[in-house]
């Protein structure tokens, strides 16, 4: 069975920079799209971005757009959050998730990231608390 730890989270001030990492164990992520969600003290849970199994296809949220890269090692079965130019409103606890049968589609849908409630494997999140 598929299992996701999060780590690199912690404290950074705005500005700054932050990897997060996602290790898969118990199967592999060669043949999944994977995803980052976050969700901030008192927000729902937002999809930020996603890669196809191929990664041929990326998409981001709006907000995160130019600042965040996904990225995927299938040798180190492992996803990577990039995370640059850090924002106060950037601070939440990030999630990583995986799944089959959901390929990321070329452009942002919160409709997309709403499948891995039912459909997704999910880490327990890592969080990132951008202050001075």
């Known amino acids: 069975q598929l299992q996701l730890v999060e780590s690199g989270g912690g404290l950074v001030q705005p500005g700054g920079s932050l990897r997060l990492s996602c290790v898969a164990s118990?199967?592999?992520?060669?043949?999944?799209?994977v995803a980052w969600f976050r969700q901030a003290p008192g927000k729902e849970r937002e999809g930020v971005t996603c890669?196809?199994?191929?990664?041929?296809?990326?998409n981001y949220l709006d907000s995160v757009q130019g600042r965040f890269t996904i990225a995927k090692d299938n040798a180190k079965n492992t996803v990577y959050l990039h995370m640059r130019s850090l924002r106060p409103e950037d601070t939440a606890v990030y999630y990583c998730?995986?799944?089959?049968?959901?390929?990321?589609?070329?452009?942002?849908?919160?409709?997309?990231?709403?499948?891995?409630?039912?459909?997704?494997?999910w880490g327990k999140g890592t969080l990132v608390n951008v202050s001075s």
């Open positions: 998730a995986a799944a089959t049968g959901l390929p990321c589609p070329e452009y942002y849908s919160s409709n997309y990231y709403r499948q891995y409630s039912v459909m997704g494997r």
């Open positions: 118990g199967g592999t992520l060669d043949y999944s799209a």
């Open positions: 890669m196809s199994s191929s990664k041929s296809s990326t």
